[in-house]
Nanobody
Framework: QVQLVESGGGLVQAGVSLRLSCAAS????????MGWFRQAPGKEREFVAA????????YYPDSVKGRFTISRDNARNTVYLQMNNLKPEDTALYYC?????????????????????WGQGTQVTVSS
């Protein structure tokens, strides 16, 4: 079992930056892909970013490409989401997730169903 704990969310104004952290513990050796998702009230869970522990390959949807960056610190079992130039439409509850899979290309890891472990989420609110 893998435990994931997000942190770093908050209330900010548009145009500023935040860095979210996701600390992983437990059987992290079986987790090969980490992802970030977000969900606003009344909306479906939306893919934000994914990264492979081995090699560091990343993937982003067009909605955040160029503004958000996912990274990892293998020694600390921590994944980060650097969010720059935040916009009101970025407001959501942000979740990190882990997947015990090595077979699929990183571009296939945008579906929530591909992930096995989820954190509790951290709220990001961006005011205009």
């Amino acid at each position: 079992q893998v435990q994931l704990v997000e942190s770093g969310g908050g209330l900010v104004q548009a145009g500023v930056s935040l860095r979210l952290s996701c600390a992983a513990s437990g059987h992290t050796f079986s987790t090969y892909v980490m992802g970030w998702f977000r969900q606003a009230p009344g909306k479906e869970r939306e893919f934000v970013a994914a990264i492979r522990w081995s090699g560091g390959t990343t993937y982003y949807p067009d909605s955040v490409k160029g503004r958000f960056t996912i990274s990892r610190d293998n020694a600390r079992n921590t994944v980060y989401l650097q969010m720059n130039n935040l916009k009101p439409e970025d407001t959501a509850l942000y979740y990190c997730a882990g997947a015990s899979s090595t077979a699929l290309p990183i571009a296939r890891m945008s579906s929530p169903g591909r992930y096995d472990y989820w954190g509790q989420g951290t709220q990001v609110t961006v005011s205009s």
